[in-house]
């Protein structure tokens, strides 16, 4: 197998190659697609069919095919991902008669049918979707070897600016004739002006061109779209805008709006403050952040209020509360529009951000839920990631959401750091406790391509790149994510003693890793469901248990024990189906069973009308007996 040769754009034979790569391209008609969110082999089928899984908006492929649109390009969007969980919430198939492939399949070839278009675009945000991206790309050169595949997003750029991934990445994505780096927004767009004779190559920037198979042309000039060109309002007649969320779920709060609430998305800035050694944000979108006006945001909001029937929203934002002062007046003026409208920052908020002015008018203007990025409770891990906070902002920050009970304030918290220690994950363990918040989302450490601490762990062995599979790298919320059934099927020992160990100082194995998952969401999560909460509060979290059962996860046992407590302790008894659907879990699953003797944990306590709750609480949590429950 010959080297591959990367040719730098400021060779002169760059322009020789281009000249003769493009000389016979004109575009007229644009296919952008949204591939499936993964491919079939971890395709979760009764997920979908709850409506579990994401089914979020094309965003970044509406405001490009809107700048399409303004240079007079005919622009079609295919959601393939839609396309999939609205037919098997319609359908009446079955997990063993469902053919995953061919959904996208014909779904695809009707479009390709249809619009005939000169070039398809492909985005690729997470590395899951990375082999269903490949086979896409396959399929669409099959029917038509003249089609042109361009391919860009997260994954995209992280695999290709990544040395180490680099040629791995390209040889297994061989039938993509141009790459796109970092936001495509622009790039894009002057590449098809470029094609079509309106510019010249020196317009061109942020991609990487296929000569062929073993020749690639880098075109490192950055394009990053500024805050002036961050107005553009997507192409939302090409989105699907108000059915998305009928299929699958956008956001981490869903659960807390009314049944058939329509849901989108909308960004009010690009990028990060932060530098924290695991994301690969920074790496995206550049260094700083870039606001768009509130106006344009706010215009946004008002034509999915008024023409799509939108009534809640998820900013899609990594640093949304990034300017104090340009918050509280986007707050206030989404206050003022009467949009009606709630929303949630679902991807996670700075702590030191979140100061009781801004969370104040955030509340005002329909705040719901909040996602706090904290990763770690302890200082050593904390700087080690780079992470920007301290646990004095984590505390000062849960002081602030605790003071605002409309807000469901939740954390992400992660595990498995190089060097982690058990007693650093209990020091973690124990500011989450301080914090006394709503819910806390513990995840393994899943390191990213073109991310320091992916670079680290290749330097000192602990990432094989002979066998990387780009498909495994996956963002996971621990047993309850996706792969909640592969998870449950790993833990291996008693995850009640997962800390019992000889050196606490010692650093966990990975495979001991999801006991402590384990270990932290029944103490962090569960257990806390018996501590004191107002009757709004107790609402709140029986919705997110609820989801739980529901959604996420059917057969969860400790999900199911403590909704009938929250029942028995609202109503005064837990609900008949409540306790049908836990008899009947317990009797067929073993690990269910093992668990609740582990605990202590029986389903009497629950069906039976003679425990009262505060005797479950005893039971459970034994330091909580004397809590006053006045609250309710």
Not at 208 to 226: A, G, M, R
Not at 237 to 257: A, D, N, P, Q, V
Request: proline share 3%; glycine share 4%; aromatic share 10%.
């Amino acid at each position: 197998m010959k080297k591959i040769i990367k040719h730098n754009y400021e060779d002169d034979i760059c322009y020789d190659l281009l000249r003769e790569k493009f000389k016979h391209l004109n575009i007229k008609k644009i296919l952008l697609i949204q591939p499936p969110d993964s491919d079939k082999k971890i395709f979760n089928f009764g997920s979908a069919k709850r409506g579990r899984l994401w089914n979020y908006p094309p965003y970044g492929l509406g405001v490009l095919a809107k700048r399409l649109q303004n240079e007079n390009i005919n622009v079609e969007i295919l959601n393939l991902n839609n396309e999939i969980l609205k037919f098997i919430k319609l359908s009446e198939t079955s997990e063993e008669n469902f053919d995953f492939d061919k959904i996208w399949i014909e779904s695809l070839d009707k479009k390709l049918s249809e619009f005939e278009p000169c070039l398809v675009g492909l985005t690729s945000m997470f590395s899951q979707s990375h082999e269903i991206t490949k086979q896409l790309s396959q399929y669409i050169k099959s029917k038509n070897q003249d089609t042109i595949i361009a391919a860009g997003g997260v994954h995209i750029t992280n695999s290709l600016v990544d040395e180490k991934t680099f040629e791995k990445f390209v040889r297994d994505l061989n039938c993509v004739d141009f790459f796109f780096t970092y936001e495509a927004d622009l790039s894009f767009v002057s590449f098809i002006k470029c094609l079509n004779s309106k510019s010249n190559f020196d317009e061109l920037g942020q991609m990487v061109v296929k000569i062929n198979d073993e020749e690639f042309i880098f075109i490192n000039k950055k394009l990053h779209p500024l805050a002036k060109d961050l107005d553009t309002i997507p192409a939302m007649e090409l989105m699907e805008i108000s059915e998305l969320s009928k299929y699958g779920t956008i956001g981490s709060f869903f659960c807390l709006t009314s049944p058939g609430t329509k849901i989108s998305t909308v960004i009010s800035n690009r990028g990060c403050r932060a530098q924290c050694t695991f994301c690969s944000v920074r790496n995206f979108n550049g260094v700083g952040v870039r606001r768009r006006s509130i106006q344009s945001v706010v215009e946004e909001l008002k034509i999915l209020r008024f023409e799509h029937d939108i009534r809640h929203i998820m900013w899609l934002d990594d640093d949304f509360l990034y300017n104090p002062k340009e918050s509280i007046e986007l707050f206030n003026s989404i206050t003022k529009s009467n949009l009606g409208m709630t929303w949630d920052c679902s991807n996670g908020v700075i702590a030191a951000a979140c100061k009781e002015e801004v969370i104040d008018a955030a509340e005002k203007s329909g705040c719901i839920g909040v996602n706090i990025g904290m990763e770690s409770g302890n200082r050593e891990i904390l700087k080690s990631v780079r992470k920007p906070g301290t646990v004095e902002n984590f505390l000062k920050a849960a002081e602030v959401f605790r003071k605002f009970e409309k807000i469901n304030a939740r954390v992400f918290l992660m595990i498995g750091f190089p060097g982690e220690s058990y007693q650093m994950i209990l020091d973690t363990i124990e500011v989450s406790r301080q914090m006394a918040l709503d819910w806390y989302n513990v995840s393994i450490l899943e390191p990213l391509p073109n991310t320091p601490i992916f670079n680290s762990m290749v330097q000192e062995g602990q990432i094989d790149l002979e066998n990387l599979e780009f498909s495994e790298i996956r963002y996971n919320s621990g047993g309850l994510g996706k792969h909640k059934q592969q998870k449950r099927d790993m833990l291996s020992s008693e995850f009640s003693e997962a800390f019992n160990v000889t050196d606490i100082n010692s650093i966990p194995p990975k495979e001991k890793l999801d006991d402590v998952w384990a270990y932290m969401n029944y103490h962090l999560n569960f257990k806390r469901l018996t501590q004191n909460h107002s009757k709004s509060k107790i609402i709140q979290k029986k919705k997110y248990v609820e989801n739980i059962t529901d959604l996420i996860s059917p057969e969860n046992c400790l999900a199911l024990y403590f909704l009938g407590y929250l029942e028995k302790k609202i109503n005064g008894k837990a609900s008949l189906g409540t306790i049908n659907k836990l008899k009947e879990t317990l009797r067929s699953h073993s690990y269910w069973q093992k668990r609740f003797d582990e605990f202590n944990l029986s389903l009497n306590d629950i069906s039976s009308n003679e425990i009262h709750w505060t005797l479950l609480e005893k039971k459970v949590n034994p330091e909580v007996a004397q809590m006053n429950h006045a609250a309710l």
